[in-house]
């Protein structure tokens, strides 16, 4: 029997999202952001085994875009900061829906499709409770469990190691998969195949000179318009 699954994707407000992408004006690093979300929630709500994708985001703007893009909305802000949001969605979402999977997926997971969230589930359905890591190993991109209390509030640089550390199954993907490929820079993004990004992320890419080379970014700006 598949394990049904929720999915929650912590979207920080767009307004200070992807800071480390250098020489995008505010507005060009705003409009990648929702370009990313945009893609992760509707490409993990093509898997058949995810029931609902959830966006967890106390910000009007992340909420109005998600709610677009056909995600739920969990913004209780009891608890602000990435693992207390994080964590109180959880144990409202267990609550509603008991025997149910619960995963946290990053939203800026550009290069990664529905077959590889599939996939990664389906492996994580062997575990009580999982991690996928970054590319530099450090980071966390993906989790999964089974009992709200095994969350530990452990999001952020260094993660995977706490992961670890505290009992999470590593899932063991290559180094190649694209759910290990977050963006953070510009750079992140360029070394991506770009047949795997999403249609609004392509978008926003196809303002970039084929060359490669840093676009101005008053023009980037121009081209790409809002998302």
């Not at 389906?122 to 989790?143: N, Q």
Request: one cysteine or more; a positive charge; charged letters at 20%.
């Amino acid at each position: 029997m598949t394990t049904p699954w929720i999915a929650l994707v912590p979207v920080k407000p767009f307004a200070r999202a992807k800071s480390r992408c250098a020489g995008l004006t505010p507005n060009a690093r705003r409009s990648l952001a929702e370009a990313m979300m945009t893609d992760v929630v509707r490409r993990l709500r093509g898997v058949p085994a995810v029931h609902s994708v959830v966006v967890v985001t106390m910000d009007p703007e992340v909420t109005g875009l998600a709610l677009a893009s056909g995600a739920a909305v969990s913004s209780s802000g009891r608890f602000p900061g990435l693992n207390g949001e994080a964590g109180e969605a959880l144990r409202m979402i267990a609550g509603a829906a008991p025997g149910t999977g619960l995963t946290l997926v990053m939203g800026d997971l550009a290069g990664a499709g529905t077959a590889d969230y599939a996939a990664a589930l389906a492996l994580a359905a062997r575990h009580r409770r999982a991690v996928i890591g970054d590319a530099d190993g450090t980071g966390t991109t993906l989790l999964t469990l089974r009992d709200v209390a095994d969350f530990r509030p452990f999001l952020g640089p260094g993660s995977l190691r706490r992961f670890h550390a505290a009992g999470y199954h590593d899932l063991g993907v290559g180094p190649a998969s694209p759910l290990r490929r977050d963006v953070d820079t510009v750079d992140h993004l360029l070394s991506l195949p770009p047949h795997t990004l999403g249609p609004a992320t392509r978008q926003w890419l196809a303002a970039f000179p084929s060359d490669g080379r840093r676009p101005d970014p008053s023009t980037h700006e121009r081209r790409v318009g809002a998302l």
